[in-house]
């Protein structure tokens, strides 16, 4: 259960403002400066803490007893705290990101999702997804799973191949927005990995645009998908690609985004019970306007 965070006192997040607007603006040592000033105010604010260390952070200070106090102030993790740690060497690096910072991420962005994600970060993963499954298997409707259904743009680029259209999201925000749609059979909120161990149903097709970019260690999500397709099922996916060709597996980037090597992502689809169909370079959105190297996957139950 999410424990409701205390109600921050409006005076701290004013100077909090201010201190953002400061990080902003590329001050970092200023914007540190008065983040301290509202954690004088309230110093129990999560929020506070967390840009504290982000303002330190930029300043090239020692960020981590900062992020460590906003974490023991929300255990859940709604800010990422510990993926902060992660990245700046003072933790390990998680498998996956914490529910919760998902959940929270993805609820505040639900009513500008799709014009934040398509429009400002050209967004194509669904499309890309589509065509890559056409090669697959180019005729015939089919029962499609949606993991991390999100607003529903998979849905709607498979709307006219589905048989029967489920979804699963983390996050309710985004769910509610799904339903708008009307084209999903069945819709629940719920971490894919937990909601896949009791799912009723068989598919034909499972879908996972922009899902593995929040997990480093893809071998639950593999098991868990494997055990709902139908033999013979496909798998696809969309991923953001390692830098390097070292192929050393998965690593956690500073946007809080996971990358994968095509060796780790081979290995841990036959060790899931896949075949590679397909794994083809290509970007999904950009960053800076610049797009982000990735993956389009098809992998094919046995």
């Known amino acids: 259960m999410t424990l409701p965070l205390p109600t921050p006192d409006p005076r701290a997040r004013r100077r909090l403002e201010i201190g953002l607007a400061l990080l902003e603006d590329g001050q970092p040592a200023e914007s540190a400066d008065a983040i301290r000033a509202a954690i004088e105010i309230d110093p129990g604010d999560v929020e506070i803490h967390y840009a504290?260390?982000?303002?330190?952070?930029?300043?090239?200070?020692?960020?981590?007893?900062?992020?460590?106090?906003?974490?023991?102030?929300?255990?859940?993790?709604?800010?990422?705290a510990a993926v902060r740690l992660a990245l700046i060497g003072a933790a390990p690096v998680p498998a996956q990101l914490p529910e919760a910072h998902i959940r929270t991420l993805f609820d505040q962005y639900a009513p500008r999702f799709d014009t934040a994600l398509v429009k400002a970060l050209?967004?194509?993963?669904?499309?890309?997804?589509r065509q890559a499954v056409d090669r697959a298997?180019?005729?015939?409707?089919?029962?499609?799973?949606?993991?991390?259904?999100?607003?529903?743009?998979?849905?709607?680029?498979?709307?006219?191949?589905?048989?029967?259209?489920?979804?699963?999201d983390l996050s309710p925000g985004m769910i509610l927005q799904a339903m708008a749609r009307k084209l999903y059979d069945r819709l629940e909120p719920g971490e894919i990995v937990a909601a896949l161990a009791e799912w009723p149903e068989r598919y034909d097709l499972a879908l996972a645009a922009d899902v593995a970019v929040y997990i480093g260690d893809l071998a639950p999500l593999f098991a868990a998908t494997r055990r709902v397709l139908r033999p013979g099922g496909l798998f696809a996916l969309t991923l953001e690609a390692q830098d390097g060709a070292d192929?050393?597996?998965w690593r956690l980037g500073d946007h809080h985004r996971y990358q994968h090597s095509a060796a780790y992502l081979r290995g841990a689809a036959a060790a899931a019970g896949f075949a590679v169909v397909s794994l083809d370079p290509d970007w999904t959105r950009t960053e800076n306007k610049m797009p982000l190297p990735g993956w389009v996957a098809v992998l094919r139950a046995a």
Not at 52 to 80: F, I, N, S, V
């Open 52 to 80: 504290l260390g982000q303002a330190l952070e930029a300043a090239g200070g020692d960020a981590a007893a900062a992020y460590r106090t906003a974490l023991a102030l929300d255990p859940e993790d709604r800010m990422g």
């Open 122 to 129: 050209r967004y194509r993963g669904p499309e890309l997804l």
């Open 137 to 168: 298997a180019p005729e015939g409707s089919l029962d499609i799973l949606d993991l991390g259904c999100g607003t529903g743009l998979a849905g709607i680029a498979f709307a006219d191949r589905r048989r029967r259209l489920d979804g699963i």
């Open 247 to 249: 192929g050393t597996g």
